[in-house]
């Protein structure tokens, strides 16, 4: 079926360190990939997003490439700290845009 | 603006009983979404609508309905409430659908006991 996995589901490093979560998805007209972070009890919010003409975007301590052949896009957080730590979810666009299907979750812990 | 306001915030239903969770964006949003997320979990689509008057199912419709009468509200209903339909209930909005940033309300949580 039409879904997106979402690896690893827990994720913890050192505050400084860098974090990679990676995606996969299965529907090949997918063409938008955002990337929500989710505080305790809070709602998810947006932090980047890609489309399918761009392979690699960045935006300060966060980037988000993607591999349209092989289906798979991946968030990178450098310079990690503490206020990172949160779930972060992948997701990506069924039915010509108008779903958007999200990954289970990575929860990520920075240490201090 | 307030975006999107979900109500109530907490419900507590007993198993058979039915509810309404309320949805409304006031930022002339088109599109319109109801996920849930179990504990741990993901955010699973319930149902969404692309504008007044039209709805779809998303990936587990199932024990749920909806209705778009206006673009600003777009209520869920749940009927005779069961033990799975535990969960955080989040609506969410979007001027031209998935391909753009999605604004999510506070959420709702439900308990079924």
């Known amino acids: 079926g039409e879904n997106v996995e979402q690896h690893p589901s827990t994720l913890s490093v050192q505050e400084g360190d860098s974090a990679v979560i990676k995606c996969t998805y299965s529907?090949?007209?997918?063409?938008?990939f955002p990337w929500y972070k989710q505080e305790l009890g809070k709602r998810p919010q947006l932090i980047i997003d890609?489309?399918?003409?761009?392979g690699e975007k960045k935006d300060q301590r966060i980037a988000v490439t993607l591999n349209k052949t092989a289906k798979h896009f991946s968030l990178h957080i450098t310079e990690t700290q503490p206020e990172d730590s949160a779930v972060y979810f992948c997701?990506?666009?069924?039915?010509?845009?108008?779903?958007?299907?999200f990954g289970a979750g990575t929860i990520l812990r920075v240490k201090s | 603006n307030a975006g999107v306001t979900q109500t109530p915030k907490f419900r507590i239903l007993k198993i058979g009983q039915s509810m309404t969770l309320q949805c409304t964006q006031d930022?002339?949003?088109?599109?319109m979404y109801w996920y849930r997320q179990d504990p741990g979990m993901g955010l699973k689509l319930i149902y969404y609508?692309?504008?007044?008057?039209?709805?779809d199912k998303g990936e587990v419709p199932n024990g749920y309905n909806v209705s778009r009468s206006t673009t600003e509200d777009f209520p869920l209903r749940l009927e005779l409430a069961a033990p799975s339909q535990t969960s955080v209930y989040f609506c969410?909005?979007?001027?031209?659908?998935?391909?753009?940033?999605?604004?999510f309300g506070s959420g709702t949580q439900l308990s079924v006991l």
């Open positions: 969410a909005s979007s001027y031209w659908g998935a391909n753009e940033k999605l604004f």
């Open positions: 529907d090949s007209a997918s063409n938008y």
């Open positions: 890609i489309r399918s003409n761009v």
């Open positions: 997701a990506a666009t069924l039915e010509y845009g108008n779903k958007l299907v």
């Open positions: 930022m002339n949003h088109n599109y």
């Open positions: 609508s692309v504008g007044a008057g039209i709805t």
